[in-house]
């Protein structure tokens, strides 16, 4: 079956810039999503598309694609972006996969 | 303003078949491309897509769970309900209910605040 691929943790300091990758062997042919999820509510949205960021989420959230791993950037992380974030995919038939889920540390 | 919410057993007996319902606000399952989709988080674990359904009634299951689900939809009463048979403590999860809005991309936009699930005896 078709998997995500993301490292458990990442962990950065304060106005740092934070990487967060997925590999995946279907991600050059299908677009990647990114959810973050804090404690409690449920996951948002953050980015669509491989890139594309919705509307309300905060200019310092990118995503970027390259071959099979896609990648969520955090710029200039603050406290408020210490969260677990999941990327998100899905296969040719539109079964929908979620990578591992990458625990976001801001030192 | 588009809301989900879920409801349901907050506790099941092993081998009890599960029923969950969404209730939804703020758009309609018979829109071209509106698609509703159960998903599950067990305690400090992943998420894990269940099943979808589709405007047109097109319904879509995990492959690894599909023989013990069932979707189904009720567009006059903007509910969507999830069958789930011969429940195990595994199956302990959050359960929520997400959109799609997409004829192509299979994503989700809204969500509903999670039901958790316990099975045990």
């Known amino acids: 079956s078709y998997e995500l691929t993301q490292p458990p943790s990442v962990s950065v300091s304060p106005g740092q810039t934070a990487r967060i990758t997925c590999s995946g062997h279907a991600l050059p042919k299908q677009y990647a999503y990114w959810y973050q999820q804090k404690p409690g509510p449920a996951p948002v949205l953050v980015i669509y598309?491989?890139?594309e960021r919705p509307s309300g989420i905060p200019e310092r959230f990118s995503g970027s694609s390259s071959g099979t791993t896609v990648t969520l950037t955090i710029s200039g992380v603050q406290a408020e972006d210490e969260a677990d974030y999941y990327c998100q995919s899905a296969d040719s038939s539109g079964q929908v996969v979620f990578g591992g889920g990458t625990k976001l540390t801001v030192l | 303003q588009v809301t989900l919410k879920e409801s349901g057993p907050a506790l099941v007996k092993p081998t009890q078949t599960l029923t969950l319902t969404c209730t939804f606000s703020?758009?309609?399952?018979?829109?071209?491309?509106?698609?509703a989709n159960w998903i599950r988080q067990p305690p400090g674990k992943a998420l894990e897509w269940l099943a979808r359904?589709?405007?047109?009634?097109?319904?879509f299951y995990s492959t690894s769970l599909k023989t013990r689900l069932t979707i189904s939809k009720d567009t006059s009463k903007n509910q969507v309900v999830l069958t789930m048979t011969n429940m195990d403590p595994v199956d302990t999860a959050t359960y929520y209910c997400a959109r799609t809005y997409s004829n192509s991309w299979y994503y989700f936009d809204y969500w509903g605040q999670g039901t958790l699930v316990t099975v045990s005896s």
């Open positions: 703020g758009f309609s399952l018979s829109t071209s491309g509106m698609r």
């Open positions: 359904i589709d405007w047109d009634d097109d319904k």
């Open positions: 598309k491989d890139s």
